[in-house]
Every structure is written in C-alpha cells, then in structure tokens.
C-alpha cells in the first residue's frame, strides 16, 4: 500500500503518515531492522503496526505489514523481510524505535505483564534481575519458580508485601557481586 509522508523528523527518525483509508498516524524508523514501528503495537497479524518499507520519493511510502507470529511463551516475533530464519521481538523493537537506545544487556520488560500488549508506553527497559522479579509477580498463580542465571528465585514465594519483596531483591543483588 501507498501512503503519503505528512511530516518527517530527521534527528528522531518519526514520520507522520496518511494512509489510503484516510487513516493518520505516527511511526517510528527503526533503522536497524528497516521497518517502520507504530505506536499501536499489540500483538500479531494486523495488530503489530509494523511494517516493511521502501520509499518511492519524499512525499510518499510503500509499506507492506510485517509478518509475525507468537512463541509459546506468548511474546510477539516479527520476521524479517529477505531472511529465511532470522527473527526479532516485538516487544524489542517497539522499545528500541520509541523508547530510545538501551545496553544490550538491559532486558525489556512489559509493565501490565500483558505480553501482547506492546505498545511503547507498556515498555521499559529494565536489569535482567528486575525484569525476573516482576514476572514473579505476575505469574505468581503458577508456582513456578523463576530461575535468574544460577539463582533459583523460590524465596520469592514468602514475601506478602512489596516491602518484603524488595528486601529480598536486595539479598539477591548482594548475593550477585
């Protein structure tokens, strides 16, 4: 499809675009993966709000919707155009293009738990130990326990309070240096 380039910033690589249904919103380039990301991603199939482009001029764009799919775990994966296996994370590439640029090392983390809900201010950037705690907490119905590298997180099932929580958060951060 054929949209019209409204308005385009060049530092923030975000562009405001006119779709053929008279439709008007604003993505992001993520010009690592040269896809255009919106701010609507929720999940898969027309949902995800990314898509594959090529320019034909300044005042317009070609897109076509990226391809994805759901992992077991339930994240959202979107296939890269021209690469057979190689694929990348929703949730990654909408916090990459609209939250800026984060160490590699930083995990991201769904806020609601909801990981089909990827829209980027359900995004933040967060320590791996961080991210495993809060999805302690949102899959505390399971039982399962969470293990963080060589750490297998089963105290966290004591903890009543957000207090108690943080504590023990404390003891495993001192336990890892």
């Given at each position: 499809m054929i949209c019209k380039i409204l308005n385009n910033d060049v530092l923030t690589q975000t562009y405001k675009l006119e779709f053929p249904d008279g439709r008007i919103a604003e993505y992001k380039h993520n010009t690592n993966r040269n896809i255009f990301v919106g701010n609507n991603c929720t999940g898969p199939g027309k949902d995800l709000d990314m898509y594959y482009f090529k320019f034909i001029s300044d005042l317009k764009v070609e897109l076509e919707l990226a391809e994805s799919s759901v992992t077991?775990?339930?994240?959202?994966?979107?296939?890269?155009?021209?690469?057979?296996?190689?694929?990348?994370?929703?949730?990654?590439?909408?916090?990459?293009?609209?939250?800026?640029?984060?160490?590699?090392?930083?995990?991201?983390?769904?806020?609601?738990?909801?990981?089909?809900?990827?829209?980027?201010?359900?995004?933040?950037?967060?320590?791996?130990?961080?991210?495993?705690?809060?999805?302690?907490?949102?899959?505390?119905?399971?039982?399962?326990?969470?293990?963080?590298?060589?750490?297998?997180?089963?105290?966290?099932?004591?903890?009543?309070?957000?207090?108690?929580?943080?504590?023990?958060?404390?003891?495993?951060?001192?336990?890892?240096?």
């Open positions: 077991i775990k339930g994240y959202v994966l979107v296939k890269l155009k021209g690469v057979s296996k190689v694929t990348d994370s929703a949730h990654r590439m909408v916090c990459w293009s609209w939250n800026g640029k984060f160490l590699t090392k930083f995990h991201v983390d769904h806020i609601n738990g909801d990981k089909l809900n990827n829209t980027p201010d359900n995004l933040q950037a967060v320590p791996a130990i961080v991210n495993t705690f809060r999805a302690f907490f949102n899959y505390q119905h399971t039982g399962q326990s969470i293990k963080y590298k060589n750490y297998v997180i089963n105290e966290l099932v004591k903890a009543n309070t957000a207090e108690e929580m943080l504590e023990l958060m404390k003891a495993v951060i001192a336990d890892q240096k």
